[in-house]
């Protein structure tokens, strides 16, 4: 059975101002769920990270892991920019100080298995089941794809698969939760928090099955925004109106930890 533990608000509070200093393109609602998903452990496996950048999301996942009883977070990223999407390193050669500094002043260096690599290249060793897979690397759509298809493979019966930046005009990042993932029966409970797109995944493919609906209800909103994200590089104008009045529609709120914990129950 799981719960949330004791306390769980103002440990989330705390948990933002301890990285509010971190930079990373994470909003509160997001640093809050994420630390939700990684407290509350829907299956059996590590948390495996894939993009790291300087940390921010790696702390919170490492700290979240901290109420549980397994407190590891792998991580992968070759801290330096070998994709268009990634986040500007401002004329530094690669994250990698910043990255460890950060580790080390939030208390969190010794509960991380950090890769320092691509994450083609830890899938060549990879072979350990996974309870939480969280995708923020490469969002291209080579890139985003490549990290699913060589990841969502380990993923244990009631999983948790997350990926960011849905919601920002990345090619890859929208097509893969929407064709990989709300597309696919095997995942089930599925929505939106901030700009990260989630679901749970399943083995069997029957209780996938049962959370058509609700899926292709947000199939249907989140697809809307498929053509901007596909064919135009650089939203401007009016265009960029239409994009934000279309997202807009597409229920991306805090979540409830409760309410959250509630849907994704483990079911046999």
């Avoid at 705390?14 to 809050?32: D, Q, V």
């Avoid at 948390?47 to 790696?58: A, P, V």
């Avoid at 709120?253 to 309410?259: E, L, T």
């Amino acid at each position: 059975m799981i719960s949330l533990p004791k306390d769980f608000e103002n440990f989330t509070a705390r948990l933002i101002e301890t990285t509010k200093n971190i930079e990373g393109l994470l909003s509160e609602k997001e640093m809050k769920f994420l630390a939700l998903l990684a407290a509350c452990p829907t299956a059996e496996g590590e948390i495996l990270e894939i993009g790291s950048f300087k940390g921010k999301s790696t702390v919170i996942l490492a700290k979240g892991a901290s109420l549980t009883a397994k407190t590891r977070v792998v991580a992968v990223d070759p801290l330096t920019s070998p994709a268009t999407t990634d986040p500007d390193l401002k004329g530094q050669e690669s994250s990698s100080g910043d990255f460890q500094t950060n580790l080390r002043n939030a208390g969190v260096e010794k509960h991380v298995e950090f890769h320092r690599k691509r994450s083609r290249e830890l899938a060549k060793i990879w072979n350990r089941d996974i309870r939480l897979l969280w995708i923020d690397g490469d969002h291209t759509y080579a890139g985003t794809k490549s990290d699913f298809d060589m990841f969502s493979r380990f993923l244990s019966n009631g999983a948790i698969i997350a990926i960011h930046d849905v919601l920002h005009n990345f090619e890859g990042t929208i097509r893969v939760f929407l064709e990989d993932v709300l597309l696919s029966k095997h995942f089930g409970p599925a929505g939106m928090c901030g700009s990260i797109g989630w679901s749970q995944y399943f083995k069997d493919s029957n209780i996938g099955w049962k959370f058509k609906h609700p899926k292709i209800k947000l199939y249907q909103k989140l697809s809307r925004l498929l053509p901007y994200s596909v064919l135009n590089d650089d939203i401007k104008g009016f265009t960029k109106i239409k994009y934000k009045v279309l997202r807009s529609r597409i229920s991306h709120r805090d979540a409830n930890p409760s309410k959250w914990l509630r849907e994704v129950m483990f079911i046999e």
